[in-house]
C-alpha cells in the first residue's frame, strides 16, 4: 500500500466526490511510468495542480530520481464516499524542481516554512508532520467517516468528555431537515447527561491542569492592571457566582441577560448560568437600550448582569444607564426584572458617580465574593437549551437562536481543536466579542473544553495605536491569533511598521472570521502578519452553525486566499439552482447544507413557524444559510455574500429592516430602504435611501439626525456610511421596492441597472441618479 503524502483535489459535493494524491512506493526504477491518463474532466482538473504543486512544495513528496509517484484519484457516490478508485503515473522529475524553482520566490518566502505558488499557499512540512491532520488523506480518511457513520465518529467525539448517563447508543442523532415530511427538527446526544461548565472546568482541574491559566485579562489601558485566572480560580469565581444566582432564585431553563463588555466577568457569568442549567443570553454591549429592552422583553429573563461603565480606547461609554432605560422601557411593556446585578468596572467610572436604584440594584462585588466556592453542578440533558443569543433577521424583529448543550459542546470543541491545530502549549487570542457567537463558541467554550489559555481583551485592537495587537501578542506569547477581515483591512491600511516594531515570533497560526476576507488581505494578513509562515484558518460559519462548517485545517492541504476551501468533518455543502437543484463540479449558487451536525441551532426562541420558515423552506430538504457561493474548478469554496436582506458590517449581521425601521421612527422621514454595498475596511457598508416628509427640506442637519436615529435605537455599529436622498423610490406596481436597482445607483453600477420598465414610475430612477452625491 502506497504511502500518501500530500493529496489535493476537489472537495465533497453532494453527489461527487473527486481526490487526487500524490503517492510514493518502492517501485523498481527500471519500471517506465504509464502515462497519466483519466476521463474524468474533475479528476483531470485536480491532476494539473499536482505537478505545479511538486515543483515548488517539498512537501508535497520526497521528491526523488530514485521513486516514481503515483496519483490516485478516488471517484464516487451516492450515499457513500470512495466506492471506487483508478490507480495512475505521473513521471518523477528529472532534476530539484524546488531548488529552481526557488530564486523565484520572494525573500521571506525563501527562508519561510510556506512556500507560494501563482494562486496556492503550501504549508510548512514541519508543521504539517506535527498538525492533527497532516495531510489531505488524514482530512479524507476523517472526513469519510464523518459522513458514511456519522453517530459512531461523534460518539467518539463526546466520549472525551464527561457524562453522568450517556445518550441514546442506538440514536445518536435524529433529523428532519425536509419542511415537506413534517416539522423540522434536529436532535444529539438526547438522553445524554452532561454539564458543559463541569466540561470546560472541572474536568480540566480533575486532570491535573487546576494551575494552567486559564484566561489573562488585558484592559483597555496598556498601563492598566492586567489579570489571570487559572483553572481553579475560574471554578471558584464562577461557582461564587453560580450559588448567588441561585440564592435568588434562577434554577434551571431560566434565562439571565448578560450586558457586559469583555471583562473577565462576562466569560465568568456564562459559565456560572452554565453551572446550574440557566439559559444566558448575551447582549453585544454595543447594543442601544431599544434593542436591549426588546431581548429583555421576549426572553424576560430573572435578571440582568451589567457593569457601570466601560472604556473603548479613549471613550467611556456608561453602560448601566442603557440598561436603566431598556428596564425602564420593558417594565412600561409588561416585563418586569427585579434585580440588576452590576460590577463596579471603577477603572471607568467610580461608583459613587453611577445612577443607582436601591431596590433592584446590587452591586457585585458586595455580594458575589461572600459565596461559597463550592457549587454543585446541575446536570442537564444533552438537548436541554445552554443559551440564546439574537441575531438580525430581515423581518425587524431580531431573532432568538437557541443552543442546546450536547452537540454544541462536542462540536465547538472538536472545530477548535482541529481548526487551529490547537496544543496544550498554546496560548490562543480571539479578538471577537462574547456578545457574539464567535465570542461564545471560540472565546469561551471551545477553547475551555479543550483546556486552553485564552486572552481576553477589554478595549479596541487599535487603541492607543495601530501596534496594540502585536503588543498584547508578544506580551502574552500568542500563538493562535483569530480576527476579523475588517480588523485586518484596517491594520494594512495603517502600514506595516506598526507590525514589524514587534516580534510575532510566538504565532503559529492565524485566523479569519465575520465575512469573506479579500485575497489581498489575505497576503498581507500572511507576508507581514505572519511572517509567511503560519497558515490562516479562513473560517466560514454562522450563529446558527455553532461553529464552524466551511475552514482550513492548518498543514493539511495547500490554501487559496480569500477561500474558505473545504468543509468541517459531518459537514456536507450543497451549492444548489434557484429551483433547488444541486449542481456539480465549478459553479456559483445558493450555499445549503444537507443533514444535520452536532453544534447546529435547534429552534428559533418562541416561534419555531419563523425558524422553518426563514431556514428550510427556500429549498426543502436543506439548510439555507442565506450566502452566496462558489466552487472553483480544483473544488475550493468561495463565499460570495449574503443573498438576502441582511448586510454583514464588520461581521455584525445587520437587518435592513431593523435600519429602515429605525430611520422611519424619525418624525423627519416618510420612507426608507436600505441596501449594503462594499467597503474597503468593513467589508460592507450600509447605504440608506430616505424619503423625507413633506415639506421637509434636504439638510446635512437632517443627515446627522437621521443617523443618530440609527445609533440610538440600534447602537452605533449599524450607522448609515450613506443617507441618499430621495424623491421617491423605485417599486413595481405591487409596492415591492426594487433593491436590485437601489444597489446598482449605490455601487455607481449605473450601466447595469437592467430593465427598470416594471417600475410603478420609472422616472424615479433618473431622479435618484442626479441626487447621488447631494
Known amino acids: 500500500m502506497p504511502s500518501i503524502t500530500a493529496i489535493i483535489g476537489r472537495p465533497p459535493s453532494s453527489t461527487l466526490i473527486s481526490?487526487?494524491?500524490?503517492?510514493?512506493?518502492?517501485?523498481?526504477?527500471?519500471?517506465?511510468?504509464?502515462?497519466?491518463?483519466?476521463?474524468?474532466?474533475s479528476l483531470v482538473a485536480a491532476m494539473e495542480l499536482l505537478p505545479e504543486m511538486a515543483m515548488i512544495n517539498p512537501s508535497a513528496a520526497a521528491i526523488s530520481r530514485r521513486t516514481h509517484y503515483h496519483l490516485v484519484a478516488a471517484t464516487t457516490r451516492t450515499n457513500s464516499i470512495f466506492n471506487s478508485s483508478s490507480l495512475f503515473f505521473i513521471r518523477p522529475p528529472t532534476t530539484d524542481p524546488f531548488r529552481s524553482q526557488s530564486h523565484h520566490l520572494p525573500p521571506k518566502a525563501k527562508a519561510a516554512a510556506a512556500v507560494i505558488s501563482d494562486n496556492l499557499v503550501f504549508p510548512d512540512p514541519d508543521f504539517s508532520q506535527q498538525a492533527h491532520v497532516p495531510n489531505f488523506h488524514k482530512y479524507a480518511e476523517m472526513y469519510k467517516r464523518s459522513i458514511e457513520e456519522p453517530a459512531e465518529f461523534w460518539s467518539e467525539m463526546a466520549s472525551e468528555f464527561h457524562w453522568n448517563n450517556k445518550w441514546d447508543q442506538e440514536q445518536v442523532y435524529s433529523e428532519n431537515l425536509d419542511i415537506t415530511k413534517g416539522s423540522i427538527h434536529i436532535q444529539w446526544f438526547k438522553g445524554g447527561i452532561t454539564n458543559i461548565c463541569y466540561n470546560c472546568l472541572d474536568r480540566n482541574i480533575e486532570s491535573g491542569n487546576g494551575e494552567k491559566i486559564a484566561l489573562h485579562w488585558e484592559g483597555n489601558e496598556p498601563s492598566h492592571h492586567s489579570s489571570s485566572l487559572t483553572y481553579n480560580q475560574l471554578l471558584d469565581r464562577v461557582s461564587q457566582l453560580a450559588n448567588y444566582l441561585k440564592q435568588n432564585g434562577v434554577k434551571k431553563g431560566d434565562s439571565v441577560i448578560i450586558y457586559l463588555p469583555m471583562l473577565m466577568e462576562l466569560p465568568?457569568?456564562?459559565?456560572?448560568?452554565?453551572?446550574?442549567?440557566?439559559v444566558h443570553s448575551v447582549v453585544?454591549?454595543?447594543?442601544s437600550a431599544e434593542s436591549l429592552e426588546q431581548r429583555i422583553i421576549d426572553c424576560k429573563p430573572k435578571l440582568v448582569i451589567t457593569c457601570n461603565a466601560f472604556k473603548r480606547g479613549h471613550k467611556v461609554i456608561n453602560l448601566k444607564d442603557i440598561v436603566d432605560s431598556a428596564l425602564s422601557g420593558s417594565s412600561q411593556n409588561g416585563t418586569y426584572v427585579g434585580l440588576c446585578l452590576t460590577y463596579a468596572n471603577e477603572s471607568a467610572l467610580k461608583r459613587e458617580a453611577t445612577k443607582w436604584q436601591t431596590e433592584r440594584d446590587v452591586w457585585w462585588q458586595d455580594v458575589v465574593p461572600n459565596c461559597s466556592t463550592k457549587c454543585d453542578v446541575e446536570w442537564v440533558d444533552g438537548e436541554d437549551p445552554l443559551f440564546l443569543l439574537y441575531t438580525s433577521g430581515s423581518t425587524g424583529k431580531p431573532k432568538g437562536v437557541v443552543h442546546t448543550t450536547g452537540g454544541y459542546m462536542v462540536y465547538t470543541a472538536a472545530t477548535f481543536k482541529y481548526a487551529f491545530d490547537y496544543k496544550p502549549s498554546d496560548v490562543y487570542w480571539c479578538t471577537a466579542d462574547c456578545g457574539w457567537i464567535t465570542g461564545h463558541s471560540y472565546v469561551a467554550y471551545g477553547p475551555l473544553l479543550n483546556g486552553a489559555t485564552v486572552v481576553v481583551y477589554e478595549g479596541v485592537p487599535n487603541y492607543p495605536d495601530p501596534g496594540r495587537c502585536w503588543d498584547i501578542v508578544d506580551k502574552?506569547?500568542?500563538?493562535?491569533?483569530?480576527?476579523?477581515?475588517?480588523l485586518v483591512r484596517s491594520l494594512m491600511r495603517d502600514g506595516d511598521e506598526y507590525v514589524t516594531r514587534y516580534s510575532r515570533q510566538s504565532l503559529r497560526v492565524l485566523g479569519s472570521v465575520g465575512e469573506p476576507i479579500n485575497p489581498s488581505a489575505w497576503r498581507w494578513f500572511f507576508d507581514v502578519v505572519g511572517n509567511s509562515r503560519c497558515p490562516i484558518s479562513d473560517t466560514w460559519w454562522q450563529t446558527e452553525t455553532g461553529g464552524f462548517m466551511i475552514t482550513p485545517l492548518p498543514g493539511a492541504w495547500p490554501q487559496k486566499p480569500g477561500s474558505a476551501t473545504f468543509p468541517f468533518f459531518g459537514v456536507q455543502p450543497v451549492i444548489v439552482d434557484e429551483k433547488g437543484k444541486e449542481m456539480e463540479g465549478e459553479c456559483s449558487g445558493y450555499l445549503c447544507v444537507k443533514t444535520s451536525w452536532p453544534g447546529a441551532f435547534r429552534t428559533l426562541f418562541g416561534d419555531?413557524?419563523?425558524?422553518?420558515?426563514?431556514?428550510?423552506?427556500?429549498?426543502?430538504?436543506?439548510y439555507f444559510s442565506g450566502d452566496g457561493c462558489r466552487r472553483d474548478k480544483d473544488g475550493y469554496?468561495?463565499?460570495?455574500?449574503?443573498v438576502d436582506d441582511v448586510i454583514n458590517v464588520s461581521g455584525h449581521r445587520i437587518g435592513t429592516a431593523e435600519v429602515e425601521s429605525a430611520l422611519v421612527s424619525h418624525p423627519k422621514c416618510a420612507e426608507a430602504a436600505v441596501v449594503g454595498i462594499e467597503h474597503e475596511v468593513k467589508g460592507q457598508c450600509i447605504y440608506a435611501f430616505v424619503t423625507p416628509v413633506e415639506g421637509v427640506g434636504y439638510?446635512?442637519?437632517?443627515?446627522?439626525?437621521?443617523?443618530?436615529?440609527?445609533?440610538?435605537?440600534?447602537?452605533?455599529?449599524?450607522?448609515?456610511?450613506?443617507?441618499?436622498?430621495?424623491?421617491?423610490l423605485p417599486k413595481t406596481r405591487s409596492g415591492k421596492i426594487m433593491r436590485r436597482v437601489l444597489r446598482k445607483i449605490a455601487s455607481r453600477q449605473l450601466d447595469e441597472l437592467g430593465d427598470t420598465s416594471t417600475l410603478a414610475d420609472p422616472n424615479v430612477v433618473d431622479q435618484l441618479?442626479?441626487?447621488s452625491d447631494s
Open 637 to 642: 469554496y468561495w463565499l460570495t455574500g449574503r
Open 608 to 622: 419555531h413557524e419563523r425558524y422553518e420558515t426563514t431556514y428550510f423552506s427556500a429549498f426543502p430538504g436543506y
Open 769 to 771: 441618479i442626479a441626487l
Open 476 to 486: 502574552y506569547k500568542v500563538t493562535i491569533f483569530y480576527t476579523a477581515p475588517t
Open 268 to 278: 465568568i457569568s456564562m459559565l456560572a448560568c452554565a453551572r446550574i442549567g440557566a
Open 699 to 728: 439638510s446635512e442637519e437632517l443627515k446627522k439626525s437621521l443617523v443618530l436615529s440609527v445609533r440610538t435605537n440600534i447602537g452605533a455599529f449599524a450607522a448609515p456610511e450613506k443617507i441618499h436622498w430621495a424623491p421617491g
Open 19 to 41: 481526490l487526487a494524491a500524490v503517492c510514493h512506493s518502492p517501485i523498481s526504477t527500471d519500471r517506465r511510468p504509464s502515462p497519466l491518463v483519466s476521463t474524468d474532466s
Open 284 to 287: 453585544f454591549a454595543g447594543f
